[in-house]
C-alpha cells in the first residue's frame, strides 16, 4: 500500500507532485456515481483522493462492476485485503476491461491503484469504460464514442475522381513560389 514506501523526494516527488495535479476530483466522483448506478451499491461518491482510493484500493468494486455489465467475466472476486489478492482483483479488473473495449493506452498499472501512484490513470480508466456502457447495456458517461462510417466506392466512382485537377479544384494561374524567402536571408 502506499504507506510501506519511503517518501520521495527531489526529482521524483517533483514528478508525483506533476501526476498528482492532473487528478480532478469533479471527474473522479462522475466515475464514482456511475459506479454507484450501476452496482446498486450504497458507497460514498465524494471526488475526494483520500475517498476514491479507500473505495477502489481492493479492487472488490471493480470486479463486481464489470461482473454486471458483462455477467461472469470475474470468475473469483477475492475478499481477502492481503495485499496480492486486492492486486489480483485489480488484474482482474484491468484484463476484462481491455476486453471490453478500453484501449491500453487508457488503463492503468495495479501499482497506480493499490500504491496510489496515479489516481488520474484510474479516473481515465473508469470514464474509458464509461463510454462503453450502452455497449453492454448499461448507463453511460462521457462523450458518446463515434461508430464506424465505412465507405465503399464503385470502381467507376473511383476511376472519375483520377480525373480531377487537384490544386483544391482551382487553379494557379501559372504562379509558383519559386521567388518567396522565408526569414532573413544569409549574408556572406
Not at 65 to 73: A, F, Q
Not at 146 to 161: H, I, M
Not at 167 to 178: D, E, M
Request: hydrophobic share 35%.
Amino acid at each position: 500500500m502506499a504507506n510501506n514506501r519511503a517518501t520521495k523526494s527531489g526529482f521524483a516527488a517533483e514528478a508525483q507532485r506533476k501526476i498528482n495535479s492532473k487528478y480532478s476530483e469533479e471527474l473522479a466522483q462522475e466515475s464514482l456515481e456511475w459506479v454507484r448506478a450501476i452496482t446498486n451499491e450504497d458507497f460514498n461518491t465524494s471526488g475526494d483522493v483520500d475517498n476514491f482510493y479507500e473505495t477502489l484500493k481492493d479492487g472488490q468494486l471493480l470486479c463486481r462492476l464489470v461482473n454486471i455489465m458483462k455477467p461472469g467475466s470475474v470468475k473469483k472476486i477475492n475478499q481477502s485485503t492481503m495485499a496480492f489478492k486486492c492486486m489480483e482483483n485489480i488484474n482482474a479488473f484491468l484484463e476484462i476491461a481491455r476486453q471490453m473495449g478500453v484501449p491500453a493506452q487508457e488503463t492503468f498499472q495495479t501499482v497506480d491503484l493499490w500504491e496510489r501512484q496515479n489516481l488520474n490513470s484510474v479516473v481515465i480508466c473508469l470514464q474509458s469504460l464509461g463510454r462503453k456502457g450502452s455497449q453492454f447495456g448499461q448507463p453511460s458517461i462521457g462523450p458518446k464514442e463515434a461508430e464506424k462510417n465505412v465507405r465503399n466506392f464503385t470502381e467507376e466512382q473511383l476511376k472519375a475522381g483520377q480525373g480531377v485537377i487537384s490544386l483544391q479544384y482551382g487553379s494557379n494561374k501559372g504562379a509558383t513560389q519559386s521567388g518567396i524567402n522565408f526569414g532573413n536571408t544569409r549574408h556572406m
